[in-house]
């Protein structure tokens, strides 16, 4: 392992906003060369599409169903070894950059940074954006002057860390929008000249970047994220050091694993992943199994399930499991395996049946009275929440 090791992590960020995944917008030179240089996940997910338990999996290698937490609330500190424990065994002065609004979103429902952490609670990172008025776009010019001045404050604080130990972990997490712009995906040309000013300070081979969660983009409809195990919420990037002699790994891997590949620069592969939007108190939870091309969503409070080939349907619009499909012109019903060319139904059912059988071996459900309550709780947020439109 190098001495100095930075992680840098940035909210929401799509893999399609970045050129090494496929965009065409965006010029990002360093991120490109350090891509050359190491290894490309293509098709690494998050443990969860919410910020709290994405990083809870990153730092201790867990799911949220393999640790004692039950619900979204405030947590007691991680009892077990994460990420920063390890490294700071190690020798390592562990440092952690982000917005001081984490501190009160993220921190409180996760707790996984060690206890000699240092966190930098800085407040030149997220643009404050002025209240949004119905029925009118927002102002989306670019700040150059709040810019610059972002990026030397960051750069300032990143030597300062990187020459105040012989041994550091350097982790930087950017919000939604880093100062001077307005949007999700409006700032990528920021981000590569922020990992630009890490590569001043930090080896090229010491040197990972990746996201938290995606965000639904538009995707069904929906431009948040939380709330859906969907490709544009839970599938990110993953840029690392050159692991094992790859330029790309090509089967499926989950942020739990991040911690073996920091620490270990190895990497075992995973028959199944997981990735879920809740804790299993929560009524509103949702769960994926992915297994290859092939990934099973349930739906806790529906009770409904779909099962998606990625590779042909990647923007899962057809649910395998449907054997009818209505055509909203003719208003009818039609035969799906009719309607739409596929030709490995006869995969179907057998991986049905096989991420099924993966998501019973792990499901929990609260008390009956419990469910009731949180259900109960869950009703009055969402009416709260229309009354105060």
Known sequence: MKDKIALISKDVLLKSYLPVYGNTYYKTPNIDELAQKGT?????????????????????????????????????EFGGDTLFDKLFDRGYACHIVWDKSYMRLAHKYSKCYGA?????????????????????????????????????KFEELTKQICDSSPKVFYWAHLPHALMGRNAYGSDIDMLDRMVGIIRKYFDDDAIYITADHGHMNGRHG????????????IEIPLITARIENRATVDFPTSNVQLMEIILDQSLQKRDVLYSETAYYMQPHRKIAVIRGKYKYIYEKKTGREFL?????????????????????????????????????????????????????????????????????IQWLKILYTRLQR
Request: charged letters at 30%.
């Open 40 to 76: 490309v996940f293509l098709k690494h997910y998050t443990a969860a599409p919410s910020t709290a338990m994405s990083f809870t999996a990153m730092f201790t290698g867990l799911y949220a169903f393999e640790t004692d937490r039950q619900k979204y609330v405030e947590v007691s």
């Open 116 to 152: 000699h952490s240092k966190i930098h609670n800085t407040d030149f990172l997220t643009r404050k954006q002025p209240p949004h008025i119905n029925g009118r776009h927002d102002d989306m010019s670019f700040d150059p002057t709040a810019e610059k001045d972002c990026l030397a």
């Open 222 to 233: 929906k431009y948040g994220y939380g709330f859906d195990v969907n490709q544009n919420a």
């Open 308 to 376: 998606y080939d990625v590779e042909w349907d990647p923007e899962e619009n057809v649910n395998l499991l449907a054997t009818e499909i209505y055509d909203v012109d003719r208003r009818r019903k039609y035969s799906a395996t009719q309607r739409f060319f596929y030709p490995y139904w006869t995969d179907v059912l057998k991986e049905y049946e096989c991420l099924k059988a993966q998501k019973d071996s792990i499901w929990k459900d609260p008390p009956f009275l419990v469910d009731i309550k949180e259900r109960f």
